[in-house]
Protein backbone atom coordinates (compact mmCIF):
# COMPACT_ATOMS: atom_id res chain seq x y z
CA UNK A 1 0.00 0.00 0.00
CA UNK A 2 2.82 2.37 0.16
CA UNK A 3 2.15 3.44 -3.76
CA UNK A 4 -1.34 4.52 -2.85
CA UNK A 5 -0.61 7.61 -0.91
CA UNK A 6 1.33 9.71 -3.38
CA UNK A 7 -1.06 8.20 -6.25
CA UNK A 8 -4.24 9.45 -4.28
CA UNK A 9 -2.33 12.96 -4.11
CA UNK A 10 -1.17 12.70 -8.02
CA UNK A 11 -4.89 11.96 -8.84
CA UNK A 12 -6.51 14.70 -7.06
CA UNK A 13 -3.89 17.25 -8.71
CA UNK A 14 -4.30 15.67 -12.50
CA UNK A 15 -7.75 16.30 -11.75
CA UNK A 16 -7.57 19.77 -10.70
CA UNK A 17 -9.76 19.44 -7.19
CA UNK A 18 -8.66 21.24 -3.99
CA UNK A 19 -8.46 18.98 -0.92
CA UNK A 20 -11.81 19.73 -0.24
CA UNK A 21 -13.49 19.49 -3.34
CA UNK A 22 -12.28 16.11 -3.81
CA UNK A 23 -13.11 14.70 0.17
CA UNK A 24 -16.24 16.40 -0.44
CA UNK A 25 -17.06 14.22 -3.85
CA UNK A 26 -15.65 11.15 -2.52
CA UNK A 27 -17.65 11.11 1.68
CA UNK A 28 -14.69 12.18 3.05
CA UNK A 29 -13.62 14.57 5.05
CA UNK A 30 -10.60 16.82 4.01
CA UNK A 31 -8.49 16.16 7.23
CA UNK A 32 -9.14 12.82 6.42
CA UNK A 33 -8.21 12.47 2.89
CA UNK A 34 -5.22 14.86 3.61
CA UNK A 35 -3.85 11.39 5.81
CA UNK A 36 -4.49 9.42 3.38
CA UNK A 37 -2.91 11.43 1.04
CA UNK A 38 0.23 11.44 3.34
CA UNK A 39 0.33 7.76 4.33
CA UNK A 40 -0.64 8.24 7.76
CA UNK A 41 -4.07 6.49 7.24
CA UNK A 42 -4.56 3.23 4.60
CA UNK A 43 -7.60 3.43 2.99
CA UNK A 44 -10.47 0.97 2.76
CA UNK A 45 -12.20 -0.36 -0.16
CA UNK A 46 -15.38 1.59 0.33
CA UNK A 47 -12.79 5.06 -0.02
CA UNK A 48 -10.77 3.70 -2.96
CA UNK A 49 -13.96 3.08 -4.88
CA UNK A 50 -15.35 6.65 -3.61
CA UNK A 51 -12.05 7.98 -5.10
CA UNK A 52 -11.78 6.31 -8.15
CA UNK A 53 -15.19 7.66 -9.27
CA UNK A 54 -14.35 10.91 -8.02
CA UNK A 55 -10.77 11.03 -9.85
CA UNK A 56 -12.55 8.85 -13.20
CA UNK A 57 -9.96 6.06 -12.61
CA UNK A 58 -9.41 2.59 -11.53
CA UNK A 59 -9.06 1.08 -8.26
CA UNK A 60 -5.78 -0.60 -10.11
CA UNK A 61 -4.43 2.51 -10.72
CA UNK A 62 -5.07 4.21 -7.49
CA UNK A 63 -3.17 1.27 -5.82
CA UNK A 64 -0.20 1.79 -8.82
CA UNK A 65 -0.54 -1.64 -10.76
CA UNK A 66 0.62 -1.14 -14.41
CA UNK A 67 -2.99 -1.10 -16.76
CA UNK A 68 -4.25 -3.76 -18.52
CA UNK A 69 -4.06 -4.51 -22.15
CA UNK A 70 -6.97 -3.48 -23.76
CA UNK A 71 -7.36 -6.95 -25.68
CA UNK A 72 -6.31 -10.39 -24.77
CA UNK A 73 -6.02 -14.00 -26.04
CA UNK A 74 -4.95 -16.24 -23.73
CA UNK A 75 -4.01 -19.31 -25.34
CA UNK A 76 -3.94 -23.08 -23.42
CA UNK A 77 -0.60 -23.47 -24.08
CA UNK A 78 0.37 -20.72 -21.96
CA UNK A 79 -1.76 -21.01 -18.89
CA UNK A 80 0.21 -22.34 -16.30
CA UNK A 81 -1.31 -23.86 -13.32
CA UNK A 82 -1.05 -23.06 -9.55
CA UNK A 83 -2.34 -24.68 -6.82
CA UNK A 84 -3.91 -23.00 -4.21
CA UNK A 85 -5.71 -24.60 -0.87
CA UNK A 86 -6.15 -28.27 -2.84
CA UNK A 87 -7.74 -26.36 -5.78
CA UNK A 88 -5.66 -26.14 -9.38
CA UNK A 89 -6.69 -23.05 -11.58
CA UNK A 90 -5.67 -21.44 -14.67
CA UNK A 91 -5.81 -17.60 -14.81
CA UNK A 92 -7.90 -17.32 -18.42
CA UNK A 93 -7.67 -13.62 -18.80
CA UNK A 94 -5.69 -10.52 -18.29
CA UNK A 95 -4.28 -9.42 -15.25
CA UNK A 96 -5.25 -5.94 -14.32
CA UNK A 97 -8.93 -6.01 -15.29
CA UNK A 98 -11.73 -5.39 -13.21
CA UNK A 99 -13.26 -8.37 -13.83
CA UNK A 100 -11.02 -11.84 -13.53
CA UNK A 101 -11.21 -15.34 -15.64
CA UNK A 102 -9.99 -18.44 -14.31
CA UNK A 103 -10.28 -22.11 -15.04
CA UNK A 104 -10.64 -23.83 -12.06
CA UNK A 105 -10.06 -27.90 -10.57
CA UNK A 106 -11.29 -28.44 -7.68
CA UNK A 107 -10.99 -32.42 -5.91
CA UNK A 108 -13.23 -34.29 -3.77
CA UNK A 109 -12.63 -33.24 -0.23
CA UNK A 110 -10.81 -30.17 -0.79
CA UNK A 111 -12.02 -26.87 1.31
CA UNK A 112 -15.64 -27.93 1.04
CA UNK A 113 -15.83 -26.51 4.60
CA UNK A 114 -14.52 -23.08 3.82
CA UNK A 115 -17.23 -20.55 4.26
CA UNK A 116 -16.57 -17.38 2.56
CA UNK A 117 -17.29 -13.51 2.11
CA UNK A 118 -16.13 -10.74 0.90
CA UNK A 119 -17.22 -8.34 -1.53
CA UNK A 120 -17.77 -8.28 -5.60
CA UNK A 121 -19.76 -10.62 -7.41
CA UNK A 122 -18.74 -13.81 -8.83
CA UNK A 123 -20.00 -16.36 -11.75
CA UNK A 124 -19.17 -19.98 -12.57
CA UNK A 125 -20.18 -22.48 -15.04
CA UNK A 126 -19.42 -26.57 -14.47
CA UNK A 127 -17.64 -28.10 -17.48
CA UNK A 128 -17.13 -31.53 -16.02
CA UNK A 129 -17.94 -33.16 -12.33
CA UNK A 130 -20.19 -32.22 -9.89
CA UNK A 131 -20.44 -29.27 -7.88
CA UNK A 132 -21.93 -28.32 -4.53
CA UNK A 133 -22.66 -25.00 -4.12
CA UNK A 134 -23.52 -23.11 -0.80
CA UNK A 135 -25.29 -19.96 -1.33
CA UNK A 136 -26.54 -18.64 2.50
CA UNK A 137 -28.90 -21.52 3.78
CA UNK A 138 -29.44 -22.64 0.36
CA UNK A 139 -27.66 -25.51 -1.02
CA UNK A 140 -27.34 -26.27 -4.70
CA UNK A 141 -25.89 -29.25 -7.27
CA UNK A 142 -24.45 -28.15 -10.00
CA UNK A 143 -24.04 -30.34 -12.92
CA UNK A 144 -22.01 -29.99 -16.11
CA UNK A 145 -23.66 -26.64 -18.38
CA UNK A 146 -25.27 -25.32 -14.95
CA UNK A 147 -24.16 -22.32 -13.71
CA UNK A 148 -24.71 -19.77 -10.45
CA UNK A 149 -24.41 -16.16 -10.38
CA UNK A 150 -24.30 -14.46 -7.09
CA UNK A 151 -22.77 -11.49 -4.96
CA UNK A 152 -20.16 -12.59 -2.49
CA UNK A 153 -21.05 -10.80 0.09
CA UNK A 154 -23.40 -13.94 0.65
CA UNK A 155 -21.61 -16.92 2.46
CA UNK A 156 -20.61 -19.13 0.34
CA UNK A 157 -18.79 -22.24 0.26
CA UNK A 158 -17.99 -24.77 -3.21
CA UNK A 159 -17.08 -28.69 -3.47
CA UNK A 160 -16.71 -31.33 -5.76
CA UNK A 161 -19.59 -33.63 -5.10
CA UNK A 162 -17.93 -36.45 -7.13
CA UNK A 163 -14.46 -38.50 -5.79
CA UNK A 164 -13.39 -37.13 -9.34
CA UNK A 165 -13.61 -33.57 -8.74
CA UNK A 166 -14.89 -31.32 -10.87
CA UNK A 167 -13.88 -28.53 -13.19
CA UNK A 168 -15.38 -25.38 -13.94
CA UNK A 169 -15.12 -21.45 -15.31
CA UNK A 170 -14.96 -19.04 -13.02
CA UNK A 171 -15.05 -15.02 -12.85
CA UNK A 172 -15.25 -13.21 -10.35
CA UNK A 173 -15.23 -8.62 -9.77
CA UNK A 174 -12.80 -8.66 -6.64
CA UNK A 175 -10.98 -5.56 -7.55
CA UNK A 176 -7.78 -7.37 -8.48
CA UNK A 177 -7.29 -9.32 -5.40
CA UNK A 178 -4.84 -12.34 -6.52
CA UNK A 179 -6.19 -15.72 -7.13
CA UNK A 180 -5.07 -17.18 -4.23
CA UNK A 181 -6.93 -15.15 -2.44
CA UNK A 182 -10.14 -16.14 -3.79
CA UNK A 183 -12.51 -18.92 -2.91
CA UNK A 184 -9.59 -20.83 -4.45
CA UNK A 185 -6.66 -20.66 -1.58
CA UNK A 186 -5.88 -19.86 2.06
CA UNK A 187 -7.57 -17.08 3.89
CA UNK A 188 -7.95 -13.94 3.19
CA UNK A 189 -8.24 -10.83 5.76
CA UNK A 190 -11.92 -10.67 6.83
CA UNK A 191 -13.21 -13.76 5.26
CA UNK A 192 -15.23 -16.35 7.78
CA UNK A 193 -14.55 -20.23 8.21
CA UNK A 194 -16.96 -22.01 9.76
CA UNK A 195 -18.14 -25.19 9.44
CA UNK A 196 -21.77 -24.72 8.51
Request: aromatic fraction near 6%; include cysteine; hydrophobic fraction near 40%.
Amino acid sequence: MPVVAPQLRDLRRRAALTLEAAARAAGLSPAHLSRLETGQRQPSLPMLLALARTYGTTVSELLGETPAERHSVVRAADMEPTAAGGWTYWQAGAPGRGMQALRVHVPHGAQGDIVRVHPGEEWLYVLTGRLRLRLGDTAYALAPGDSAHFDSLTPHRIAAADHGGADFLFVHTLLQSPATALCLGGPTQGDRHDGT
